[in-house]
C-alpha cells in the first residue's frame, strides 16, 4: 500500500492482516515504486495524492515497464474529481474505491481482483462468459447457441476486451492493442467497430449486454466470467 494517511494505513493493514494478507505500507511515492521495483507484491493498493510522486504517476510508471505491467493496481480515491480522472486517464487501475470505504468492500475488490489474475484469460483460448463462447483456436463465436459471424479484426476486438473483463481501455489503448503500432486509423474507428460488434453478439445493441460504453473514458467487457461473484 502506498498511502500517506496513518488512520487509512492502520485501517487497512488491520484488516488485511485479519484476513490472512501481508501488508507492506509506505508513505511516499518515492519509496513505495523503490520497494515495487525491489519485491513486487500480489497487489497494490495506491493513493492519490502523496507528499512526492503522485498514484498517477506510480500506476503509469507500472504499466511502462515490462516486469510490472500486469502487476493488480487499486486506487484509494478521495470523493470527487479524481474519480473522472481514474476513469478518463490513460492508466490502466484495476478498480479503485472511493473514501471513505468500507473495509470489507476493499477486502471484496482485493479477493476480486486476485481472483481474475490468478486465471489470467489472456492466455485462455476459450472463453465462456453469460451465454457467449469465444474459441481463438478457430475464431469461432458463438452467442446464445447461435454462431455468429465476425471479421478477424471484430474477433480479436472481442477476444481483447472479453480476457480482461471490467478494466476500462481508451479507444487508444484498443488501438495500440488490438489493431497494432502501424495503423492508419483514427479512435473513430473503435466506434464504428464496436457499433457492429454489438450489432452482431448483443441482444439488443442499444442496451449492451456486454460491451458497455464508459463515458469520457472508452469501453469495457462487463459480463463476469463464471465463479467472478464480485459484480
Ligand atoms: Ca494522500
Redesign the pocket.
Known amino acids: 500500500m502506498i498511502?500517506?494517511?496513518k488512520d487509512i494505513v492502520e485501517l487497512v493493514r488491520y484488516n488485511f492482516r485479519k484476513e490472512g494478507f501481508d501488508v507492506a505500507s509506505f508513505a511516499s511515492g518515492r519509496e513505495g515504486l523503490e520497494e515495487l521495483h525491489r519485491s513486487p507484491p500480489d497487489l497494490v493498493l495506491l493513493?492519490i495524492?502523496?507528499p512526492d510522486v503522485d498514484g498517477f504517476e506510480i500506476c503509469k510508471r507500472l504499466r511502462a515497464e515490462e516486469k510490472l505491467r500486469s502487476l493488480p493496481v487499486i486506487f484509494l480515491t478521495a470523493k470527487g474529481e479524481e474519480l473522472d480522472r481514474i476513469l478518463g486517464l490513460e492508466i490502466g487501475a484495476d478498480d479503485y474505491v472511493v473514501k471513505p470505504f468500507s473495509p470489507r468492500e476493499l477486502v471484496a475488490r482485493v479477493k476480486a481482483v486476485l481472483r481474475r489474475q490468478a486465471r489470467p484469460a489472456e492466455k485462455r483460448e476459450v472463453i465462456d462468459v453469460q451465454g457467449l463462447h469465444l474459441d481463438a483456436r478457430t475464431q469461432e463465436v458463438t452467442v446464445r447457441g447461435e454462431t455468429i459471424d465476425l471479421s478477424t479484426l471484430e474477433f480479436k476486438l472481442l477476444h481483447f476486451l472479453a480476457s480482461h473483463p471490467r478494466r476500462i481501455f481508451s479507444r487508444e489503448r484498443l488501438l495500440d492493442d488490438v489493431w497494432g503500432r502501424d495503423r492508419f486509423v483514427t479512435p473513430r474507428t473503435v466506434d464504428v467497430h464496436i457499433r457492429r460488434l454489438r450489432e452482431k453478439i448483443e441482444a439488443q445493441a442499444d442496451k449492451p449486454q456486454y460491451i458497455q460504453t464508459v463515458r469520457g473514458a472508452g469501453y469495457r467487457f462487463t459480463a463476469e466470467a463464471e465463479g467472478d461473484d464480485d459484480s
Do not use: A, C, I, N
Open positions: 498511502e500517506d494517511e493513493d495524492m502523496l
